[in-house]
């Protein structure tokens, strides 16, 4: 399936009139930016990795260490898999046997590997090679069929495990062993990595790492809930009230609901990012809250999910991207409030012909936890 | 051994001034202090990464999560450090590390002030630069401007971690008991009958739920011939448990390989090798001879392909900090230093890698963790 992405790869390379490309990838994986190497090679390297695909339509893999060679190659949709302890020298193999070490090419992403291997890797090349860091994230903004029943089924261990959040949180616990079980919950449904941050205050400022503090009775627990399944990062954001609600919480949650919901209408195919986020920031701004539409009371209204595809990139007011049938990203109206403290409430949404979906089967409320 | 880089490290981590006081930074910041003196710096920058930030932990005790950061120490004045997250973020950052002034490396200008500070026309020195992208020291060499050289200085960092400190050291015993716990409950859940994944997953689950800041794992789907990263296949479970586990305790490294039923030949000779190495381990003592000895102790069996011909290497703030051991090696054992060392073999379709975490004294080894102890 993913072979296509070597197609459109290749089209591009005609478009551009040049001779090929390599991809890279240090081993580094973020939930906010595409893996170059996995999008054109269906491998999660664990070291550093690079992908060359040939004018041609041929590719070759090349990953560290030689060890991971068997797992590489069983994964790769790639014509070879060079499995060493020398990217380098794997690299320069491979460009040679593609005849591609003189020719006119282009580099994903090597603008975010380190110094030392951009020296190395410029040391390779007779020409200077164009930069085509965003050419991953750009070719793999739609999710494929089998890309998005991956995104559903993160979903879904998402959902499932916000309801092992409600089941096992308690007072008494430390934020830590409390992330420490969802973490290991949802892993074990099949979540191979998880951007999962788990806190608790009774005036959150902002939702952090799990810490050693001890849940008490009247705490917001905020989680933003982000599991990854075959290589699909989604994220739901919930809050979480240990004991009875002040009405206030209440009163304001529904504050970010009401966002969500604009932000959902407003979410169509060639809308803006931009136009989106105003959507939702109306919301808050007629609530009198405008001038904590902005960092540090929040980051962004929502934003892409990395490792396949970073795009739509961030929901935020001057983002001129459009939307299109297909993309998949989190919206999430996650808001400072002076009178409650930071609070959280997203989905993981595909955009179809007729606007945004949630993924979720419940959408965000206040959850109050009865002690 | 590498693993699969977590997106963001989730586990609890702050600093912990009962286990490092700012004494011990203070210490540890006279490699700069002296730097700066000595050489007319005007100030230095020590930079890491979610992947590597063996530096940067070891002067500001900061790890980033995630994306980037880098510490800014002025020939006079406070220092900075600039973490590569939102300005939302830096409550929770401040968190976790003694500098007094952390701000968002998203917004530049808080470069361009500490720059701004440093007496003009002089030199900075830097530790980590080869690790920046270029598109960061783009950012680092236009702030700069020609008003400031930039001296590479990435040998201050070996000069003060020439040795291990006692601190180091305490934090790496720490960090062993943490992966003992996470190595009985892999056991545990194998013995149980869980599938080699499961298993594994059982033995992080412990090791996070006593405050682990990170852990890694590998497992070997075929009876110990190879490893690979956690999949969420829960299908296989061979013949022979062969599993890697490292957890991270307060920043610091500890790791152990599990094989508990591995065939007792193999198991043996695996032993026996270790044991040389061990041995072999004393101060002054060549590298490579150390690797031939613990090599001549496998006898006839092939050494297990995934650990590439290497029978350690320095751990602490990084998995690996270096100092390979191995045929190759060129250099000589130092006493004060913790080392992860590791013998196995691969025979008949089963494979079995033997591992303990030692630090080399002047009488011989102390043994912080042996793998297989608790068999």
Redesign the interface.
Same mark, same amino acid.
């Given at each position: 399936m993913k072979k296509e992405r070597i197609a459109a790869a290749v089209a591009w390379l005609e478009q551009e009139k040049l001779d090929g490309l390599i991809a890279f990838n240090?081993?580094? @994986?973020?939930?906010l930016d595409s893996n170059a190497v996995y999008v054109f090679s269906g491998v999660?390297p664990?070291?550093r990795s690079a992908a060359v695909i040939g004018r041609d339509g041929s590719s070759t893999l090349i990953v560290?260490?030689?060890?991971?060679g068997? !797992?590489a190659r069983a994964l790769s949709f790639n014509d070879r898999t060079i499995a060493c302890?020398d990217l380098v020298a794997g690299l320069s193999e491979a460009l040679a046997r593609h005849g591609l070490s003189e020719r006119a090419l282009a580099v994903v992403a &090597?603008?975010?590997?380190?110094?030392?291997l951009?020296r190395a890797v410029r040391g390779l090349l007779a020409q200077e090679p164009r930069s085509a860091d965003t050419l991953a994230s750009h070719l793999a903004r739609i999710r494929n069929a089998e890309e998005l029943a991956c995104v559903k089924k993160a979903v879904w261990i998402a959902e499932r495990g916000y309801e092992r959040l409600m089941a096992v949180a308690r007072p008494g616990m430390?934020?830590?062993?409390l992330?420490?079980?969802i973490?290991?919950f949802m892993?074990?449904l099949?979540?191979?990595? @998880?951007?999962? &941050?788990m806190?608790a205050s009774q005036h959150n400022?902002?939702v !952090?790492?799990?810490? !050693?503090r001890v849940l008490q009775e009247g705490d917001i627990i905020l989680g933003e809930i982000?599991p990854?399944?075959?290589g699909q990062?989604v994220q739901i954001c919930r809050t979480t009230v240990l004991g009875p609600a002040a009405p206030v919480l209440a009163e304001k949650y529904a504050l970010l609901q009401a966002a969500m919901r604009r932000g959902m209408d407003a979410a169509v195919p060639g809308a803006t990012m931009g136009e989106v986020t105003e959507a939702m920031n109306d919301v808050f701004r007629a609530a009198g809250y405008g001038d904590y539409c902005r960092?540090?009371?929040? !980051?962004v209204r929502g934003h892409g999910l990395?490792?396949t595809s970073d795009r739509p990139g961030d929901l935020v007011d001057d983002s001129q991207v459009k939307l299109e049938e297909g993309m998949v990203f989190v919206m999430h109206p996650n808001q400072y409030i002076p009178e409650t403290g930071y609070l959280m409430c997203g989905e993981t949404v595909v955009i179809s012909h007729n606007g945004a979906i949630s993924l979720s089967d419940a959408d965000a409320s206040l959850d109050v936890l009865s002690l | 051994m590498l693993t699969v880089h977590p997106s963001i490290v989730l586990g609890s981590y702050l600093w912990d001034e009962e286990r490092l006081p700012r004494d011990e930074f203070d210490i540890r910041m006279a490699t700069i202090r002296n730097a700066i003196a000595e050489r007319g710096w005007s100030g230095a920058i020590v930079y890491g990464d979610a992947r590597e930030h063996a530096a940067l932990a070891f002067f500001s005790n900061f790890i980033p999560r995630m994306r980037w950061a880098m510490a800014l120490f002025p020939a006079k004045g406070e220092p900075r450090l600039l973490a590569s997250m939102s300005s939302r973020d830096m409550p929770a950052m401040r968190t976790m590390t003694w500098l007094p002034d952390v701000k968002s490396g998203w917004e530049w200008r808080w470069f361009d002030e500490w720059i701004e500070t440093l007496p003009a026309d002089g030199t900075i020195g830097a530790i980590g630069l080869d690790l920046m992208t270029p598109l960061l020291f783009g950012s680092v060499s236009r702030s700069i401007k020609g008003r400031f050289k930039i001296e590479e200085a990435d040998e201050l960092l070996h000069a003060a971690r020439r040795v291990h400190r006692p601190r180091e050291l305490a934090l790496v015993q720490e960090a062993a008991c943490t992966t003992r716990t996470a190595e009985r409950a892999l056991v545990a859940a194998w013995r149980d009958g869980a599938d080699i994944e499961r298993a594994a997953l059982g033995g992080e689950r412990a090791a996070r739920a006593v405050a682990a800041q990170d852990v890694r794992t590998l497992v070997s789907r075929d009876g110990g011939l190879t490893l690979q990263p956690y999949a969420a296949r829960f299908e296989d479970r061979p013949k022979n448990l062969l599993a890697y586990v490292a957890v991270k305790h307060l920043g610091y490294w500890c790791e152990s390989f599990v094989a508990p039923d591995a065939p007792p030949k193999l198991r043996a000779a695996s032993d026996a090798a270790l044991d040389a190495l061990i041995a072999a381990m004393r101060p002054g003592a060549s590298a490579a001879r150390a690797a031939s000895q613990a090599q001549a102790a496998l006898g006839a069996y092939q050494p297990h392909p995934a650990l590439s011909g290497r029978f350690g290497r320095r751990i602490g703030l990084s998995l690996d900090e270096g100092e390979t051991i191995s045929a190759q090696s060129t250099g000589v054992i130092a006493p004060g230093i913790a080392y992860a060392l590791h013998a196995g073999a691969v025979e008949g379709g089963a494979g079995c890698i033997s591992s303990a975490i030692v630090v080399v004294r002047e009488r011989g080894c102390d043994i912080m963790h042996r793998s297989g102890a608790e068999d």
């Open positions: 240090d081993g580094q @994986n973020s939930f999660r664990i070291g560290e260490p030689a060890w991971d068997e !797992r302890d &090597l603008a975010k590997q380190s110094r030392a951009d430390r934020e830590f062993e992330a420490a079980d973490y290991a892993k074990d099949g979540a191979e990595d @998880n951007f999962l &941050l806190s400022l902002a !952090r790492a799990a810490g !050693r982000t990854c399944h075959q990062f960092p540090p009371y929040m !980051r990395g490792v | -």
